[in-house]
């Protein structure tokens, strides 16, 4: 039976697109051609033609810029001005793995340390893991692919991409200009298919990297049922928490937290959603933050003014709901927001010190909802936004090095920034969860590292001295 994926706008629920889903015996021929292709060295690609293909592919984008930005915006909701700077990033993530080609290498092995290992030479060299299955996310439908795609090309990968069933046409578009620039079909197919198709070829003996990014319920149970020896990096969610101090800049910090907080309706992994201000400046600070909040245009994503777009199905508009609701039972404030737009967007939400118990307080909301909480001292708000099995982005507003310093330390986090908001990123740093919020290490580069393993050469020879 054939089955097509009905791809519907997050703004106002009209059809885009009806897309063909593949079964799992189609599934497991892409499965079957990429590991072919992966054991045949004749089929290698160099890397001089990786390089090219992957300069050929940049320059495509650039012209298409406008076209990309449309097609991501329409489909995932991110606001145009947002999706625009996706598309950028997207575009220079390609560049990077192009220009990361060359540092993929080894390194020599000390020999002659010990009698026994005199006379040999010995080096390591970095080569391709093998088949590469990646398993993305809709909040950012192009970068995203590009992140699960391009790296295992750089390397010498097959790759099969599964995009978000809610966002595959940037996807889909991605990879045909992949094609275009002369990638040959079999080194990265596209899995337009049932969250069980993807189970049963993401376990299959013949992948050897799984790249997910996603809810961790999902990714920790497809670990668990991964075929032994493959290896995986998975990114999940965080609750992004920020502390700020009394001798903050506010001037400087209230934009930044504004943008992190309602980025893409906070449905970003590192979206602010926990900030922690000292009592002293607890009062002045939320009014402020919350003025803002209130300024923000939310609307149709396509139209350059909109900041907030709405959330990806209405169903998750119905859960923050739920969440705005059960905090304010349980004694948080709720000083402005708080309620529906419609079926498909909700408005820009500050709670006032939830309760511990609250749904927003111990979860990962992936909405428009900051929650601002008091703190007496700086141990206190390390403690309060260490209380959480997330250990993702986060960071300290200051002027004080020593407290910056301390916070660094302290806070158990992947990345700490210091006068920044927690959803900053570039595509060159390296970029990953831990604890629940994920294992693995992804930007370009370090994605490219992570689909290689390292191969020993030892050469013995009595010619040889150490």
Request: aromatic share 8%.
């Amino acid at each position: 039976m054939n089955y097509t994926l009905k791809v519907i706008s997050p703004h106002d629920g009209r059809l885009i697109e009806e897309v063909p889903m593949i079964d799992v015996d189609t599934g497991k021929k892409m499965l079957a051609d990429a590991y072919s292709l992966f054991n045949d060295r004749s089929r290698c690609l160099p890397k001089y033609k990786r390089i090219e293909i992957l300069e050929k592919t940049a320059q495509i984008m650039s012209e298409r810029i406008e076209e990309l930005t449309n097609l991501a915006a329409e489909e995932g909701g991110k606001p145009y001005v947002d999706s625009r700077v996706e598309v950028l990033r997207a575009i220079n993530g390609v560049k990077l793995a192009s220009e990361n080609i060359g540092q993929i290498k080894g390194e020599e092995i000390a020999m002659g340390i010990t009698k026994a290992s005199t006379n040999r030479f010995a080096f390591t060299t970095r080569e391709p893991i093998g088949v590469v299955f990646s398993i993305s996310a809709f909040n950012h439908p192009l970068n995203l692919i590009v992140h699960q795609t391009v790296p295992a090309i750089a390397v010498g990968c097959p790759v099969i991409i599964k995009p978000a069933s809610s966002t595959p046409l940037s996807c889909i578009n991605f990879v045909n200009i992949l094609y275009e620039a002369g990638l040959p079909e079999e080194w990265c197919q596209t899995a337009i298919c049932k969250s069980s198709v993807a189970e049963e070829l993401v376990t299959d003996s013949r992948v050897n990297f799984m790249s997910f990014i996603g809810s961790a319920k999902i990714g920790w149970y497809l670990r668990s049922k991964l075929s032994p020896g493959t290896r995986y990096a998975l990114e999940h969610g965080g609750v992004a928490p920020v502390i700020v101090e009394p001798d903050a800049d506010l001037n400087e910090a209230l934009p930044l937290l504004i943008k992190g907080g309602f980025y893409h309706a906070g449905q970003v992994c590192v979206s602010v959603q926990k900030i922690y201000v000292h009592e002293s400046i607890f009062a002045k600070f939320s009014e402020k933050y919350s003025k803002l909040a209130y300024k923000l245009k939310v609307g149709d994503p396509l139209k350059h003014e909109t900041e907030i777009g709405p959330l990806i199905e209405p169903a998750e508009t119905d859960r923050i709901e739920r969440w705005v609701n059960n905090a304010q039972k349980n004694g948080g404030e709720i000083i402005c927001g708080g309620s529906r737009i419609n079926k498909y967007s909700f408005e820009p939400t500050v709670i006032l010190n939830p309760s511990s118990d609250s749904k927003v307080t111990t979860n990962e909301v992936f909405g428009p909802v900051v929650c601002i909480y008091s703190y007496k001292n700086i141990d206190n708000a390390i403690k309060m936004a260490n209380s959480l099995s997330f250990a993702f982005q986060s960071a300290v507003f200051t002027k004080n090095i020593d407290t910056a310093l301390k916070c660094i330390n302290e806070l158990n986090a992947s990345t700490v920034t210091v006068n920044d908001h927690t959803a900053f990123r570039v595509d060159w740093m390296p970029f990953g969860g831990r604890d629940d919020s994920g294992i693995g290490i992804g930007g370009i580069p370090y994605a490219m590292k992570e689909m290689t393993r390292e191969k020993l050469m030892i050469f013995k020879s009595n010619k040889l001295s150490n």
